[in-house]
């Protein structure tokens, strides 16, 4: 069965207990994943008895994508190298780190990797999504910055 969910129950039984997994072909709830999902390799290394630490690596999967500049859709190939995150069943212990970096270890002593997976693919976008012709045509970007400049300065003219 395909899933993201990892039992890490013999994990906790000791501290600096590591396993390594390869994952392929996951597809998980989210909107803009296209099949076959998302390929993955991870370690796992338990910090102690009630806590996991996962090292993501070489997360690859293709998303739609629509240009924010000629609004075409298009597929995009994203990979992540490298995402690390903290699975605990202790969160008390992480009460000073950002909430978004630290998962949960469930009643059942799984882990479930779909939302730090989103995560890790989502930190990939750019500020501006532009499908592949347009990346192509950026020199034409260099014009547009060029007029917006050009405005502001003249904004600053009247201002005085
Ligand atoms: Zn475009």
Not at 12 to 31: G, N, P
Request: hydrophobic share 30%; charged share 30%; proline share 4%.
């Amino acid at each position: 069965m395909k899933n993201t969910k990892i039992k890490v129950a013999d994990l906790l039984k000791e501290t600096s207990k590591e396993d390594s997994m390869q994952f392929e072909e996951v597809m998980i709830t989210l909107s803009w994943l296209r099949e076959p999902g998302i390929k993955w390799d991870i370690h796992l290394t338990s910090f102690n008895q009630d806590t996991i630490e996962a090292k993501l690596t070489n997360i690859t999967c293709d998303r739609d994508q629509s240009c924010e500049k000629c609004n075409k859709e298009f597929i995009k190939s994203v990979r992540c190298d490298y995402y690390e995150t903290t699975f605990t069943n202790n969160p008390d212990a992480f009460e000073d780190e950002p909430e978004d970096e630290i998962f949960p270890i469930d009643d059942n002593l799984n882990i479930d990797l779909g939302e730090s997976l989103r995560q890790a693919i989502e930190i990939q976008q750019p500020i501006t999504i532009l499908c592949y012709d347009c990346i192509n045509q950026e020199p034409s970007d260099d014009d547009d910055n060029e007029q917006e400049e050009y405005f502001e300065s003249s904004g600053n003219i009247t201002f005085h």
